[in-house]
């Protein structure tokens, strides 16, 4: 079958790579979006040093899964002074760069209220005006530094939205590994079990093609390989370097199919349970890849250049990786009744990312 696969994200990585910055900026005044402990890291200062007076504002208190009640005011500010900033810098996880995303979606009145009513409203628009990202994660995760996405939070009514627009996509990408050797042991597993569903969710997924198979193969079998020694063992920048890595190849496989049933389900299991994105959207793994397994033949034989050949044994192997770092896998482990569990995950491949999964038209 004839496939594309696009990536328009200039990516750096490596130890080390975060000294390019200034060469990549080329003078631009910079807006710094980073989350609270940043500063108390050294990253601020670090950066303030390598920016000098090309860094005019830093927004630091970035909330974990950033509500739009959070973004208005920060939206509405950073619009009202465009005039001094050139380009956005993020340094962080995923909701350093979700709130860096959100901010790029200009709209033509400059106010948080009409974006907010345009993603409610679910239907595709363009930003009137943008503004240039490059994406520097700090966790091996969540991919962001190098799609289009943004997940953005309305809890008081109980909502998701999706924000994703042809100018959402980060200018460049910086993938150093030094900065994620702080990591503590509960991060580093919840966002290198995020990367694994990324990677997963992208073969078990209806937009696959054998490009973004591949990446996806090579990110599973270094998570495999090395996260469970890099929780026992924090401060080794070779297994570091490795997750970045493996993150790195999972956003780019998942930038181009988008995720599928795990994610579905765990956007319910956030909004409702306050559960962990990278938890909430791997602990289902195991199930999913038995609704997976037998869909469809050509699926099946990229599953097996993973798994194996034999569904028990890979469903199980899945199983004892997750349980192995402490993760539980049943929906009951986390307070859900069967017949809950059932409709949550019917619900979910109703939603958009469920519609990519392969098993839905066997649903
Ligand atoms: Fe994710």
Partial sequence: MPHSFHNPVAVHCGQGSLARLPHILAGR???????????????????????????ITVIEEVDPNPDVAWLEPLYNAFWRDEARIDAMVAVGGGSAMDTAKVLMAGTAS????????????????????????????????TGSEVTPWATV?????????????????????????????????????????????????????????????????????????????????????????????AALKAGMAFSNTRTALAHSISYEMTLRYGLAHGIACSFTLPMVLEMAWSRSPERDQVLQRLFGPDLTVAAGHLRGFLQGLGVRTG?????????????????????????????IQAA
């Fill in 29 to 55: 005044r910079v807006a710094l979006i980073t989350f609270p402990e940043a500063r108390g890291l050294g990253l601020v200062a670090r950066l303030q040093a390598m920016l000098g007076d090309a860094l």
């Fill in 110 to 141: 400059r106010r948080f209220g009409e974006l907010r009513h345009l993603l409610a409203a679910g239907q595709p628009f363009a930003a009137a005006r943008t503004m240039p990202l490059i994406a520097v994660p700090t966790t091996a995760g």
């Fill in 153 to 245: 939070w309305d809890a008081a009514a109980h909502r998701k939205y999706s924000l994703h627009l042809d100018t959402t996509w980060p200018e460049a990408a910086i993938v150093d590994p030094v900065l994620m050797l702080t990591v503590p042991a509960a991060t580093t597993v919840s966002t290198g079990l995020d990367a694994l569903s990324h990677a997963l969710e992208s073969i078990w997924n209806v937009n696959a093609n054998p490009v973004s198979d591949s990446l996806a193969i090579s990110a599973a079998q270094d998570i495999f390989a090395c996260l469970p020694a890099l929780r026992a063992d924090l401060g080794h920048i070779g297994l570091r370097e490795r997750m970045a890595h």
């Fill in 331 to 359: 929906f009951a482990d986390y307070g859900i009744a069967d017949d809950e569990a059932r409709a949550m995950i019917a619900r979910a491949l109703q939603g958009a990312r469920g519609r990519n999964f392969i098993g």
